[in-house]
Nanobody, 126 residues
Framework: QVQLVESGGGLVQAGGSLRLSCAVSGHTFSTYAMGWFRQPLGKEREFVAAITRSNRATAYADSVKGRFTISRDNAESTVYLQMNSLKPEDAAIYYC???????????????????WGRGTQVTVSS
């Protein structure tokens, strides 16, 4: 059974940083692209960042480029999201997800992802 467990969320002041982690079990982690999505209160879930299974390519939403960094450790079956210069509009529940794809560009659409975690709350105070 595939399981994804996010951690690292919390309350931070605007301008601060958080590092989210997502530990994956139940499948061969290195064969999956990984993505982070977020869902602000009352809004649709949106793409944040993604990384290919080879760790060679990443993709980011325009709203987080230059502030967020996605990375993965295939030996630890974990994907990370380093979030710097946080803004109040970054507040949301953050979800990680896996996509079984060998594409050289990581997928950014929700429909490409097969398994999802339960999410971790990020709150940014102004």
């Amino acid at each position: 059974q595939v399981q994804l467990v996010e951690s690292g969320g919390g309350l931070v002041q605007a301008g601060g940083s958080l590092r989210l982690s997502c530990a994956v079990s139940g499948h061969t982690f290195s064969t999956y692209a990984m993505g982070w999505f977020r869902q602000p209160l009352g809004k649709e879930r949106e793409f944040v960042a993604a990384i290919t299974r080879s760790n060679r390519a990443t993709a980011y939403a325009d709203s987080v480029k230059g502030r967020f960094t996605i990375s993965r450790d295939n030996a630890e079956s974990t994907v990370y999201l380093q979030m710097n210069s946080l803004k109040p509009e970054d507040a949301a529940i953050y979800y990680c997800a896996t996509a079984l794809t060998s594409r050289i560009i990581p997928p950014t659409g929700k429909s490409a992802y097969d398994y999802w975690g339960r999410g971790t709350q990020v709150t940014v105070s102004s």
